[in-house]
């Protein structure tokens, strides 16, 4: 029989426990589809719509050793002027992370966390489109490594932009 213990300690190499994380919970937070052309808009003019996506990604700390990460997806078809759809959705998580280092804390919780329940986000937008009456949306997958570097850079170029003020 396996030990399943979310809090069992697994030592490292060095005598150390290792750090790990475990997913606690993971659900929908907020879900919107908007289709404000239909049924107008579910018959094929041959043309595909533009595509926009935008991401954001928020962390907050709960109760030791809990985190939660909210990662929301919001997507926008578009046919010349008019909106197609508007797909929304933040998708959480709760996230036991134990031993990790303060240094790494953040980058854990910004690539780390979103990796596990993007592809769990990605399928709810796909059924929110096929569901709207439009081929399920297949989103590319997400390089939240970058993602976090783009993050870090803007926040470093605000503080020096403030610094200088």
């Known amino acids: 029989m396996t030990d ?4 069992k300690v697994i030592p490292a ?6 750090p790990r994380l475990s997913i ?10 908007e289709n404000p052309g239909a049924p107008m808009s579910l018959s094929s003019s041959g043309k595909a719509p533009a595509i926009s ?9 709960g109760n030791e050793p ?11 078809a578009k046919n010349e002027e008019n909106t197609v ?3 929304e959705l933040v998708y959480g998580g709760v996230f036991q992370l134990f031993n990790i280092p303060q240094e790494t804390l953040q980058p854990v919780l910004l690539i780390e966390c979103p990796r596990l329940i993007f592809p769990f986000a990605r399928r709810i937008i796909a059924d929110m489109t096929r569901d709207g009456g439009y081929p399920p949306l ?6 939240f490594s970058q993602l976090y570097r783009q993050r870090m850079a803007q926040l470093q170029a605000e503080a020096e932009a403030a610094k200088s003020q």
């Open 53 to 61: 996506v935008a991401i954001d990604l928020q962390a907050r700390k």
């Open 13 to 18: 190499q060095n005598g150390e426990a290792a």
């Open 4 to 7: 399943n213990d979310p809090n």
């Open 24 to 33: 606690a919970a993971q659900y929908i937070k907020d879900a919107s589809f």
């Open 66 to 76: 809990n985190y939660e990460v909210e990662l929301k997806i919001s997507v926008h």
């Open 138 to 143: 297949m989103l590319d997958n997400i390089d």
């Open 85 to 87: 759809f508007l797909a």
